[in-house]
């Protein structure tokens, strides 16, 4: 049985790489790391976003950022030592992968680690609306 979606409306040409995005995303709907995003406009009417993400444990060489194809990838990869003997541990060395579906024109501008929290600002510049007339030939 095939599967209807919201994209095969005939008006919305070229969104099955988009829906095919949103599928992954809706897989990958682990709870951890907890994270938040902030939204702000600022003044030359830019949209600006943060993302806090909570990795505490994990140091800057365990964690890595990647923007490729409007999706940011945060990966965290923490190694056990093997040289430690635990009398309790309730501490896990954990790995973890959080996606993020970006918008187009949205810009990965940095990403800093302090005190626990990885924080990853976003921008998106105010869009310029484009319009131009199509000429139409004759055949």
């Known amino acids: 049985m095939s599967r209807v979606s919201m994209f095969s409306a005939p008006f919305l040409l070229g969104f099955d790489a988009f829906e095919e995005r949103v599928d992954r995303l809706a897989k990958a709907a682990d709870g951890y790391p907890p994270y938040n ?16 993400i ?16 409007n999706q940011l990838l945060v990966r965290g990869r923490q190694h056990d030592d093997g040289s430690r003997e ?3 541990r309730g501490i896990a060395a954990r790995q973890f992968q959080r996606q993020f579906l970006l918008a187009d024109g949205m810009l990965v501008q ?12 976003l921008v998106r510049p105010k869009a310029t609306k484009l319009a131009r007339r199509i000429e139409i030939r004759s055949a």
């Open 37 to 52: 995003i902030e939204r702000t406009l600022a003044a030359d009417g830019d949209e600006r976003f943060v993302i806090s």
């Open 86 to 88: 635990y009398l309790h």
């Open 54 to 69: 909570a990795v505490a444990g994990f140091a800057a060489a365990d964690l890595e950022v990647i923007a490729e194809d």
């Open 110 to 121: 940095d990403a800093v680690l302090k005190n626990g929290m990885l924080s990853i600002d």
